[in-house]
């Protein structure tokens, strides 16, 4: 179907994001969502689960518990958006055809959860705790446990009960997940075998909730894309320890004679968007914490006037490993940051 034309596609980066949110009027119709959402139903379908999510626009991924919905952020509806948030974000949370479908996936437990009320089961809870337990503003995931599944980044699962099992069923639900031999051996496949018979149990039963309403849909949302955008990245907000001189220092040159050679700095930050991406896929961080982390760093190099000496490709690499170091201490060392919740 063919792309929907919007004045606001040719207003540059700066005048879109004085655009409200509901000012956008983008929607599902005759976007890649509908093939998404539809293979999702088509999902549901083979396992005999009649219920069929409904989706709609807003400004994050979510489901709320009182309709076996799913909201779609905004930026997914439109090449420019997309763009927009990659700039803002570093980042297009969704923006493939598999993260897309594995967030779907996840989103998908929770209104399964919701619509049979399956928190209320005795066995529910002892596999996964209570679904009243408040959520927290942080956790500290053991990324070693076998008690849980692992789907999405951040050890997601261990956040809360709810986000367990979204997660087992997100790994259950995928098409040729091969869960039984994946997890063969892990506690977690408790879990799933539970999961693959609860199923079983409400095969072509009706919903227990059924309300089809929309939380915060897009055409209500009066904030600008700017705010938006503001405080979306004040959530990743993160100041560095300053602990990078002596390892910057064992990496990079600080010996006079080699004051002609490239800098550091400049080192960094041609190779930042690259470094970034490859840590980030490793660890599960945030593109944007990441951003924050470089650009202390290269802060340091120049100040410490430090030089990039040797083969470049070993510099890349060694200096790719550094960065994941310092990420995975700040994430799981005593002095550890917040953690953020999708």
């Known amino acids: 179907m063919p792309q929907r034309k919007f004045a606001w596609e040719t207003l540059s980066d700066e005048e879109l994001l004085t655009r409200r949110l509901s000012s956008l009027r983008v929607g599902l119709k005759g976007t890649w969502l509908e093939d998404c959402l539809a293979t999702l139903h088509e999902e549901f379908e083979e396992r005999g689960i009649r219920l069929r999510p409904h989706a709609w626009i807003s400004s994050e991924w979510f489901s709320p518990e009182n309709t076996p919905g799913i909201a779609i952020p905004f930026y997914l509806t439109h090449p420019r958006l997309m763009k927009l948030e990659k700039k803002m974000m570093l980042e297009v949370e969704g923006g493939t055809w598999s993260e897309c479908m594995a967030i779907l996936r996840h989103e998908a437990g929770h209104t399964v959860q919701h619509a049979y009320q399956?928190?209320?089961?005795?066995?529910?809870?002892?596999?996964?705790?209570?679904?009243?337990?408040?959520?927290?503003?942080?956790?500290?995931?053991?990324?070693?446990?076998?008690?849980?599944?692992?789907?999405?980044?951040?050890?997601?699962?261990?956040?809360?009960?709810?986000?367990?099992?979204?997660?087992?069923?997100?790994?259950?639900?995928?098409?040729?997940?091969?869960?039984?031999?994946?997890?063969?051996?892990?506690?977690?496949?408790?879990?799933?075998?539970?999961?693959?018979?609860?199923?079983?149990?409400?095969?072509?039963?009706?919903?227990?909730?059924?309300?089809?309403?929309?939380?915060?849909?897009?055409?209500?949302?009066?904030?600008?894309?700017?705010?938006?955008?503001?405080?979306?990245?004040?959530f990743y907000a993160f100041t560095p320890p300053k602990t990078y001189d002596r390892d910057l220092s064992r990496l990079f040159s600080v010996d006079p004679r080699h004051?002609?050679?490239?800098?550091?700095?400049?080192?960094?930050?041609?190779?930042?968007?690259?470094?970034?991406?490859?840590?980030?896929?490793?660890?599960?961080?945030?593109?944007?914490?990441?951003?924050?982390?470089?650009?202390?760093?290269?802060?340091?190099?120049?100040?410490?006037?430090?030089?990039?000496?040797?083969?470049?490709?070993?510099?890349?690499?060694?200096?790719?490993?550094?960065?994941?170091?310092?990420?995975?201490?700040?994430?799981?060392?005593?002095?550890r940051r917040k953690w953020i919740a999708l």
Not at 142 to 152: C, E, G, I, K
Not at 176 to 195: I, M
């Open 118 to 234: 399956l928190q209320r089961r005795r066995r529910w809870q002892q596999l996964f705790g209570l679904s009243s337990k408040r959520y927290p503003r942080y956790y500290r995931p053991n990324p070693a446990s076998r008690h849980y599944v692992q789907h999405l980044r951040l050890w997601y699962a261990q956040s809360h009960p709810d986000e367990d099992f979204a997660e087992t069923f997100a790994v259950w639900l995928r098409p040729r997940s091969n869960w039984r031999t994946r997890y063969a051996g892990w506690p977690a496949l408790k879990k799933l075998e539970y999961v693959d018979e609860l199923m079983g149990e409400i095969c072509g039963k009706r919903p227990l909730l059924t309300t089809r309403k929309r939380v915060e849909p897009l055409n209500e949302l009066s904030q600008t894309l700017g705010e938006h955008y503001r405080k979306k990245q004040a």
């Open 259 to 335: 004051h002609r050679a490239q800098a550091a700095s400049s080192f960094i930050r041609r190779h930042r968007a690259h470094i970034r991406e490859l840590v980030a896929r490793w660890t599960g961080e945030n593109q944007l914490t990441l951003d924050a982390v470089l650009d202390d760093m290269i802060s340091r190099c120049r100040e410490l006037d430090l030089r990039a000496i040797g083969s470049e490709k070993k510099l890349v690499m060694d200096f790719t490993v550094l960065l994941t170091a310092k990420t995975m201490h700040a994430l799981f060392g005593p002095s």
